[in-house]
């Protein structure tokens, strides 16, 4: 079950001794969470996706790609999605900065629906409240975050205040490193070998 912002930025605070967000604010701890995702997107974990779409064909056989996908790996289509689209019947093209899937001629006419197999990119963009983070992202944001607001909070402590947050720091570091492998290492988020990047995404 998903964690939302304020139970990650709750865990958060607790890791780094300061439970009343008396020496960093939620603010502030928002900040390191999105500066964790963007770590997440940097190393190129993305996130399996499976979704319907009804996509309309226009002039020369061609569909805006959904906005969620930034990799499409298979395509299916006809009666219950149980006819497989090769790869080579299909590819992707720019058209005003946009997108498309470029259909080989007739393959889809006019409106069909299909099922798109891809992966999306991890939220970088979080907001406090309910808003929930990323299934299988909150251990590493948690403690990716963690680290960067020990780190922070150390080089305005001193002696053993100072001592303990850098342990901290490193410490969750040391996880969060582990973790992205573990998550890297996952062939849900990661692209497959034969996926194929949207352009512009």
């Known amino acids: 079950m998903s964690k939302n912002v304020n139970q990650i930025v709750g865990e958060i605070s607790e890791r780094i001794g ?3 967000l008396e020496r960093i604010t939620k603010e502030q701890l928002l900040v390191l969470v999105n500066s964790a995702a963007e770590d997440l997107v940097g190393a190129g974990i993305v996130i399996g996706l499976t979704d319907n779409e009804s996509l309309t064909s226009s002039a020369g056989g061609l569909s805006i790609v959904p906005a969620s996908f930034a990799y499409i790996h298979d395509i299916w289509g006809g009666t219950s999605f ?28 006019t409106s069909s629906t299909v099922q798109l197999n891809g992966h999306v990119r991890p939220s970088a963009a979080y907001a406090l409240g309910s808003g929930t983070i990323d299934i299988g992202m909150e251990a590493f944001i948690r403690e990716r975050a963690s680290s960067y ?9 001193d002696g053993g205040p100072a001592a303990n947050l850098e342990s901290i720091a490193n410490s969750a570091m040391a996880e969060s490193t582990v973790l992205l492998q573990l998550l890297g290492a996952q062939a849900h988020f990661r692209p497959y070998r034969y996926s194929r990047a949207v352009p512009l995404r």
Not at 82 to 109: G, K, M, Y
């Open 18 to 20: 300061d439970i009343e």
């Open 82 to 109: 149980r006819t497989w689209i090769p790869q080579s019947h299909w590819s992707f093209q720019v058209v005003s900065s946009a997108p498309n899937i470029l259909w080989d001629s007739e393959l889809l006419a």
């Open 149 to 157: 607001a020990a780190k922070q909070l150390a080089q305005v402590a």
